[in-house]
């Protein structure tokens, strides 16, 4: 059970005792709070700039969906088979999209167990809710 190599480097001990879903969270939430096209290196990495867009609520959900899982699929190569689903959102907030994700988690033994988190895209800005 440790952070990732970028955290035992940056966080020294506390990256060495991190949880390691711990980890896949922070790895996440640093994909997903970043905008397409804001490192230069990797220009997918990242949300597209959902400001830019002209597309119904059902399409930005679908599109929103396909994204994250590429995003997984690419940046976080401790889950696989990733599944996102549009979660319905209370009080029909218009602005607010939520969405399930359901992955497996690569265990060091070589088996994997099952993975669940559920992210808020809030007029354009992601969020997370652990």
Known sequence: MAGSLFERLTLGQAGMDMD???S??????????????????????GLPD??????SRSELQIMLSSAIERLIELYEPR????????????????????????????????RS????????????KYRSRS
Do not use: C, H, M
Not at 50 to 55: A, P, Q, R, V
Not at 91 to 108: C, G, H, V, W
Not at 113 to 124: I, L, N, Y
């Open 24 to 45: 896949i969270r922070n790895n996440l939430s640093r994909v997903l709070g970043t905008r397409q096209g804001a490192v230069q290196s990797l220009p997918d990495y």
């Open 50 to 55: 959902l400001n830019d867009l002209t597309l």
């Open 113 to 124: 167990e099952p993975w669940a988190w559920t992210v808020s895209v809030d007029e354009g």
């Open 79 to 110: 889950l696989r088979n990733p599944r996102v689903a549009s979660l319905p959102v209370k009080n029909s907030a218009p602005f607010t999209l939520r969405f399930s994700i359901q992955a497996e988690k690569r265990r060091r033994d070589g």
């Open 20 to 22: 390691e879903d711990t």
